[in-house]
Every structure is written in structure tokens, then in C-alpha cells.
């Protein structure tokens, strides 16, 4: 049975729903269905440049086992950057590059709450991948349409073609830029020439500074600004970048997401022995003409948190980006109430903060920088610390 327009297009949490939707005669046998998983793990996720080619099962594995979390990526990177209404995404084109299953163009619909109008473009090579796709729109996503249909499936594109499509241009790749390449993303961006550039990636070193830095620094010299995850704007010092030479593996800029799958997908995923509740991943979101809207206190600097380097009784240090450098910074949890500790214990690597300056002072070799935390993604603390 189709969900009825006016509802939220997927509620995430009902297994049987998906399971029955996308699940082919032969992944109806468990068994089979984590073989086919498994070979998609050491086939394709994090591969880092290996094509794939999907056949009926793989597709139909991919969906099923990948829904729930790329779903959740979507909406963990949206929780730190929200979608501004003046940008009038529910009445662009969305441009979804590799598009799969259609995972994260469910995740983008669903994210406007029903309020679509525009368009969905799929550039997706698998004719089983396309199948799956449709299986998910029609079922999550009904609509009526005249004329021409809402979203369209493309093997390639023409500029004569992207002109006809609404504005904004919303072009996306949700785990495709680590298959195809930085050019052959660049050389889609050259054609579409969207408004907003938004890319979910793998969250490792290796995806970073091999695709996620030079996609950087071409996108902005062709005139685009960062609105995710750099906290200053039009900020093309990246101190990654200055620093290259003294990073290692266990520094680079990414983010975490926290999942909540429902049992029947803990329970796929402990058979599998792949740990899934905190997913690392790399959501960037790029803008030619959109500005990113400061909610808070200008008085407060902004920053996201790298890598937690050690969280005691009464204190918690960690690496922060902020202002176009990387600092050590320490929060004391004295003062603070039990709920804002608590929450100070559920802050992620990738979360937006608002913080003050207390003090800078010198432990050992290390300069270390004092911050009260204001704000973690847009959600003040109970009490100031």
C-alpha cells in the first residue's frame, strides 16, 4: 500500500516495509542476502576509485541494507547546516549523481517535509539500480504529475537539457565521487553549472586528501563559496592544506554520524560483524550565490571538533577547526548542570559549535585554549559554562 501524499515520503524503522519493497526472490534467503552485502563491502564501500557493476541482487542488497544509514548521513549533515528557506530548494532540480536505490533522494525529499514541486534528475549507468529507484518513488513518494514526469532517469546529460530544468540546481553525489574521480565530477559540475554542489562521501583520510581537498580548491576558483563544514565563509586557507606535510592518518576533517537502526538491521549487521553505530563521513554543501545565515551571537566563534583527544572527571580536550586553524582546546565540565554534561558527552567529530574564549595558556609543549561551548549544532546548552 503507497503512504498518502501529504505524509512524510519514508518513516524509517519499519524493515519489513523496505525489505518487501526492494528484496528479490533470491535475497529473500538471509544467507544470501549477506553474502551479497558482504561482497558489496569488499567490492565497493571505501574502494576508493573501483568501479562497480550491480546486477538485480547487489542492487536489490545495496537498498535493503544501505537505506536506514545513507537516510541518517543526510540527516545528520542537515542537523549541522540547515537548509535556508531563501535557498527555495522544494522548488529546484535535484541533481542526483550515481544516484543508486535512490537513498539520499528519498533523505532530500524527505528533509522538505512534502513541500517539493521541482524536479529529480538521476544520472545512474544500472538499469537495476533505476528499477529499485522507481520502486522507491512510486511507494514513498507518490505524486500526481501532468506532462512530463517529476524526476527523470539519464545515462548522460546535454546542456541544451539542464537549461529547461527549474532553479535552483542542487547537484549532489552520495558515495559516487570515490568511484568515478574528481574530473569526471568537475566535468558534471561543468555542465550543470548548479547553484549549490553538495557531496556525502566516505569519511576516511584517503578520501579527503585525495578527492575532497582538490574538488575544494577547483570549486571555489570557479566561484563558489563554503557553507559546509568550513566555519568562515569564502575561507580559502584551509589549514589542512598548510599543514599537509605534518598530517597524518589520524587527522583530517570529517564528520560522525550516531545511528539509530531499527533490531532488524542490528541484527544484519552483527551477522556481519560491521559495526554501525557511528558511521564517519564527508559532507560538504557549496553555494555560487546563497549565503549562509548566522543564527547566533556574532561575539561567538564558530568551529567543529576534529579529534577527541581525552575526556576525564572534570575536564574534556579535543582538536578543534575554527577561524582557519586547527587549535587544542579544553572545556571544563565544572558549573555545568547534569544535562549540559551530558550533552558536552554526545558531541560528535563534525558538530557545529558556538564557543567563547576563557583563556590561552601552555601545557608542556602543547598551547592549549580554554572555550566555554555555547551552542552545539544550533541547540544551546542548558546553562552557560
Known amino acids: 500500500m503507497k503512504r498518502q501524499q501529504q505524509q512524510r515520503p519514508l518513516l524509517l524503522g519499519d524493515y519489513e516495509e523496505v525489505y518487501e519493497l526492494l528484496a528479490t526472490e533470491k535475497n529473500r534467503n538471509e544467507q544470501e542476502l549477506l553474502r551479497q552485502v558482504k561482497h558489496l563491502q569488499e ?4 574502494s576508493g576509485g573501483k568501479a562497480f557493476t550491480y546486477d538485480e541482487e547487489s542492487a536489490s ?3 535493503i541494507y544501505y537505506m536506514p544509514t545513507n537516510f541518517q548521513k543526510w540527516r545528520s549533515l542537515f542537523e549541522r547546516v540547515a537548509i535556508e528557506e531563501e535557498w527555495q530548494w522544494q522548488q529546484g532540480t535535484f541533481i542526483d549523481v550515481g544516484m543508486g536505490p535512490g537513498t539520499y533522494t528519498l533523505a532530500f525529499l524527505d528533509s522538505l517535509d512534502a513541500s517539493f514541486t521541482g524536479k529529480v534528475v538521476a544520472l545512474e549507468s544500472s538499469l ?7 520502486k522507491c518513488f512510486h511507494h514513498f513518494f507518490p505524486r500526481e504529475t501532468k506532462g512530463s514526469s517529476w524526476y527523470a532517469h539519464l545515462r548522460e546529460i546535454s546542456e541544451r537539457e539542464v537549461m529547461t530544468w527549474p532553479s535552483p540546481k542542487i547537484l549532489f553525489f552520495g558515495n559516487s565521487i570515490t568511484e568515478m574521480g574528481t574530473e569526471a565530477a568537475l566535468k558534471i559540475e561543468s555542465v550543470i553549472d548548479p547553484d549549490f554542489l553538495c557531496f556525502i562521501e566516505p569519511g576516511t583520510s584517503d578520501f579527503f586528501y585525495r578527492f ?11 566561484g563558489y563559496h563554503t557553507l559546509f563544514p568550513c566555519t568562515k565563509i569564502g575561507g580559502t586557507a584551509c589549514p589542512f592544506l598548510r599543514q599537509q606535510k605534518q598530517m ?15 533490531l532488524p538491521w542490528q541484527r544484519l549487521s552483527q551477522k556481519l560483524k560491521i559495526d554501525r553505530r557511528y558511521l564517519p563521513y564527508q559532507g560538504h554543501l557549496y553555494a555560487k550565490n546563497a549565503k549562509k545565515q548566522m543564527r547566533d551571537s556574532t561575539s561567538l566563534s564558530s568551529g567543529r571538533p576534529l579529534r577527541f583527544l581525552e575526556d576525564q572527571k572534570g575536564l574534556t580536550t579535543f582538536q578543534l577547526c575554527s577561524k582557519e586553524e586547527i587549535l587544542t582546546v579544553e572545556v571544563l565540565k565544572r558549573g555545568l548542570s547534569k544535562s549540559a554534561e551530558k550533552r558536552l558527552k554526545r558531541l560528535l567529530v563534525g558538530d ?12 608542556g609543549s602543547m598551547q592549549i585554549s580554554r572555550i ?8 544551546k546548552l542548558s546553562d552557560e559554562n
Request: positive net charge.
Open 43 to 46: 567490492n565497493f564501500v571505501g
Open 61 to 63: 542488497a545495496y537498498g
Open 128 to 134: 537495476f539500480m533505476q528499477q529499485m529507484a522507481q
Open 212 to 222: 575532497a581537498l582538490p574538488l575544494r580548491s577547483v570549486l571555489l576558483q570557479r
Open 248 to 262: 597524518t592518518a589520524n587527522r583530517w576533517c570529517h564528520q560522525v554520524c550516531q545511528t539509530e537502526l531499527p
Open 352 to 363: 557545529t559549535i558556538l564557543y567563547s574564549l576563557d583563556k590561552i595558556f601552555t601545557k
Open 372 to 379: 566555554n561551548i555555547h551552542s552545539i549544532n544550533g541547540e
